[in-house]
């Protein structure tokens, strides 16, 4: 099967498409016989097919783009300078991985830096891809020419309100730390047909891009996580922004991506939860133990 587009010519997706293809096969062959786990951080996973990954994708990108420049997780940095700059995620999904749970992909998105653009500017995402090995999904998107899905066109869901929308988060690898992304999921959990967290924040953008998830939102992300689902989410017809509604950034961290259908909604819910309101109570074990102690004793 052909799994790319052919419908619509795509110079950067479709070179960028072949190498997340193999990276992904090679790397689905590293899980097939277990790696080793490595520590990055207190519980930032590494292992040796990340590095593999990084690595085919790094050489295969610069034969076929020398002039382009790499911004890899595991460390590759090249032609900073150059007027484009692929964000290498060799492995979304690494803990996943890891832990032999089969949600992972290879992402791969392009950004546009013109000439003299200051270095703490973004330049325009102009490919994503995003492949899962274990499904042999291809996600791919370029700019202006819509998303695809193994070939086939994909568009966000039609799905008009919270309360009957699913959606995904993600709580971050890299570094523990006091977050409040809990409130948010018990909230919007409580509010909606359910919020997943299957830890892959490019394929939760995906599957956002292609309407299995209404929306998805998360923090502390990096440039890799989320350059290439960008693309796939808004030529895909949502919309994506950081997650007080203002515009999208590589450097973003927070991301709040959906449908465009129930943006407002969860943009609402979002400033409501930030400013104190609409939060419910979380109770603690010990307040469940003793209520449900309570009730085992009523007659
Ligand atoms: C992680 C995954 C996960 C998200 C973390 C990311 P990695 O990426 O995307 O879903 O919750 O924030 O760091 O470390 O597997 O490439
Ligand atoms: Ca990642
Ligand atoms: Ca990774």
Redesign the pocket.
Known sequence: MNILPTQVDLPFAASAAAIAIEAGNLVRGFYETGVATEYKGEA???TEA?RASERLIVERLHTRFPNHGVFG?EGSRRQMDSDYRWYI?????????AHRYPV?CVSLGLERRPPGLAADHDGEIVAGVIYDPTRNELFVAEKGKGAYLNGRRIRVSSTATLDESLLA??????KRHENPNVHFYQEITMRSHGVR????????LAYTACGRFDGYW?????P??VAAGFLLVTEAGGTVTYIDGSPFQLTSKEVLATNGLIYTELAELFEDMFAGRNISRVITPRQFVSRRAAEDVAP
Not at 169 to 174: A, D, E, K
Not at 197 to 204: E, Q
């Open positions: 930032d996973l590494v990340d997780e995620d060799p492995i979304d999904g690494t803990t996943n991985f992972f988060t993600g709580f971050p690898s890299r967290r299957a830890g892959s924040a490019a394929l939760d998360e923090f502390n992300l990096n890799w996580d």
